[in-house]
């Protein structure tokens, strides 16, 4: 009896075996399906949202077709369209209408940042209601003379930056960089591509503050495409991470992963002090006042010598145009009143528009951007008197013009304080 009971207590145990890795099979093969499934997902995103965002071919024969037809001119044209020594490279466009491109001129390593001319043009941001241009290098039209040309420049930049700038000085510089081929003349082609490119807010920063350190040269323009110098650092601190990973990283934990990945301290010191040099250019300048609505890392870089750069300048806009807009903005709450990341305004709730005036000045939104930025790995005997010179700097309210010599203190004891730590390094 013992030896019938034996075959059938081995033959149950087979079966059990067989029953369980049967099941192991049936999890392997759902986790197998399930990780291609997931993983084809993820590339199939990827690639429609790369082709979608990645459009350079598109820009660029969009371009070169305006300029063999004799539409547009500029000093990068020929390179571009002819002689092929302007090229794209890895795309790091952000929005479908706004391609920005790695780029080679030569021997010159550059951005390429083109506007695609099947959208809205916005008097400042797509935040704000969108106004339909006339069709794009429609003007000026043929037979204006360099005279009216001027005169639509100005008129232009008068209602951009207002009255109180140096504008005969600006329409100058504008002329300047108009010309091209610098023949001593603007031609009609050229004087199309000035007009569109006088659209984009990036592009009269950088004429503006042409002479600063501060902000990308702008190198050369075919139409609305134009090039500026790579700023070879960014974004200013943090990880750029997949954005699967994004959604599961919680924004307490990617904060104090961002400050991880940073210079050292006094090298922080200086790249901060730039921050606060280019608030400066800003704040009344020659050529009128801008806002800094964008204060995020990825706006900034910094190059091998540790100076700031502003890499992204296209939510920096004129002062005038930004009070002119809001009044024309419509709300209910205070967070309708809000152009760009961080320029808010308050709403009046009798008269359902935004108030024209800023809530928070330039430098004080600065100061909340650097705060952990600078704190972290601070010298010790230099913590304290920092922490609160930031918290004072992050409680200017109103217009700066409004407050200009408090602005004016704050933004110098700051400087003062840290060009103090890192005057006798190398760093400096």
């Not at 100005?154 to 091209?180: C, F, P, R, Y």
């Not at 984009?200 to 139409?223: I, M």
């Not at 205070?334 to 709730?349: A, I, L, N, P, S």
Request: with cysteine; aromatic share 10%.
């Amino acid at each position: 009896m013992a030896r019938g009971l034996f075959p059938r207590a081995w033959m149950t145990k087979s079966y059990h075996f067989q029953v369980r890795l049967s099941h192991v099979r049936v999890k392997y093969l759902f986790l197998t399906w399930l990780t291609v499934f997931v993983g084809s997902w993820v590339i199939y995103v990827q690639y429609s949202s790369y082709t979608e965002l990645c459009r350079g071919r598109e820009c660029q024969n969009n371009i070169c077709d305006k300029y063999r037809k004799g539409v547009i001119d500029g000093s990068a044209c020929s390179s571009l369209c002819e002689k092929g020594s302007l090229y794209f490279g890895r795309c790091l466009s952000s929005k479908p209408n706004n391609q920005v491109y790695t780029g080679s001129w030569g021997d010159v390593d550059g951005v390429i940042k083109c506007q695609l001319d099947d959208v809205l043009h916005y008097e400042l941001g797509e935040e704000l209601e969108p106004r339909k241009e006339a069709a794009l290098f429609e003007k000026p039209t043929r037979g204006t003379s360099v005279e009216k040309f001027k005169e639509m420049v100005s008129s232009h930049l008068k209602a951009k930056v207002g009255e109180q700038a140096n504008l005969a000085g600006l329409v100058s510089l504008i002329l300047t960089v108009a010309d091209g081929n610098k023949d001593g003349r603007v031609s009609l082609p050229e004087a199309k591509s000035a007009w569109a490119l006088l659209q984009l807010n990036e592009v009269l920063l950088a004429v503006v503050l042409q002479d600063r350190e501060h902000t990308p040269k702008l190198l050369g323009f075919c139409g609305d495409l134009y090039v500026v110098e790579r700023v070879p650092y960014t974004p200013l601190y943090g990880l750029s991470l997949p954005w699967p990973l994004e959604l599961w990283v919680p924004a307490g934990f990617r904060r104090s992963l961002d400050q991880w990945f940073t210079p050292s301290w006094p090298r922080k010191a200086k790249i901060s002090i730039g921050l606060l040099e280019l608030v400066e250019d800003v704040f009344h300048g020659p050529f009128g006042s801008f806002l800094m609505c964008d204060m995020r890392p990825g706006s900034f870089g910094y190059t091998e010598r540790h100076d700031l750069r502003l890499v992204d300048g296209r939510l920096v806009v004129p002062e005038e145009a930004f009070k002119r807009a809001m009044r024309l903005q419509r709300c209910q709450e205070d967070h309708d009143c809000v152009y760009g990341v961080d320029c808010r305004t308050t709403c009046d709730h009798v008269e359902g528009r935004c108030m024209a005036q800023v809530s928070q000045p330039n430098l004080a939104r600065a100061c909340g951007a650097l705060k952990d930025y600078l704190l972290r790995g601070a010298p010790a005997h230099l913590r304290d008197e920092l922490e609160k010179q930031l918290y004072a700097c992050m409680a200017l309210r109103g217009s700066a013009e409004h407050m200009e010599m408090e602005h004016s203190l704050i933004l110098n004891n700051l400087k003062t304080l840290l060009w103090k730590q890192i005057s006798h390094t190398k760093d400096s």
